[in-house]
């Protein structure tokens, strides 16, 4: 049956989620693809944790484009993979948290430190709409050599531009320009980088 929300839309939900319409989370491809990002992360924190050669063919599996020399500690966790860019160069430390039901690109020679959260869905403020379980998405995008701290936390839509420094902790809100450093709870621009 359809939701009423959605009357006159002949869209799967999947297809309104990749469009970053309001969307509910019960598609069977959605669930199927899920499941398989799931068993990949598992199976990429095994070989990786174990120094097996075919971690990184594991990884390729997992992530949508995997930059030359780019490394990724394990654990992660996501919620596809496939809408993950990440350039060239770049490191992630362990325990990242990308929820890509929108894409998230990672430019190249980023620096990422532990427990970074990507996060892209959004629900709605309409306490109706959040009962009825509707959800939307927003993308992520950070610029080359951007480098955050550890624990930082990148909400839905925002950009951060390149070079630009985010300090240990912070919740990044809204976009950062480029060539700046950025801390707090919302992060705030504190200096520019010459």
């Known amino acids: 049956m359809t939701h009423p929300h959605f009357a006159g839309d002949p869209r799967t939900n999947r297809e309104r989620m990749l469009a970053g319409d309001l969307y509910i989370a019960d ?14 992360a598992h199976e990429y924190h095994r070989a990786d944790s174990l120094g ?14 995997l930059g030359e020399g780019a490394h990724v ?16 160069r770049t490191f992630i430390n362990c325990n990242l948290t990308a929820l890509d039901v929108a894409p998230i690109v990672i430019g190249e020679d980023c620096q990422i430190g532990p427990n970074v959260q990507l996060l892209t869905p959004t629900h709605p403020i309409d306490p109706e709409l959040r009962r009825d379980k509707l959800e939307a998405a927003e993308p992520i995008t950070l610029g080359d050599n951007v480098w ?13 531009g390149e070079n630009s420094v985010i300090g240990a902790g912070s919740v990044v809100t809204r ?7 950025a801390v707090g709870n919302p992060a705030r621009v504190r200096r520019r980088i010459p």
């Open 27 to 40: 598609d069977p491809e959605s669930a199927r693809l899920h499941a398989r990002a799931r068993r990949l």
């Open 52 to 65: 097996e050669p075919g971690a990184r063919a594991l990884l390729e599996q997992l992530i949508g484009e």
């Open 73 to 88: 500690t394990s654990p992660l966790a996501v919620d596809y993979g496939e809408n993950i860019r990440i350039g060239a």
């Open 148 to 160: 955050l701290g550890g624990g930082v936390i990148v909400c839905p839509g925002v950009t951060i």
């Open 175 to 181: 976009d950062i320009p480029a060539n700046v450093v």
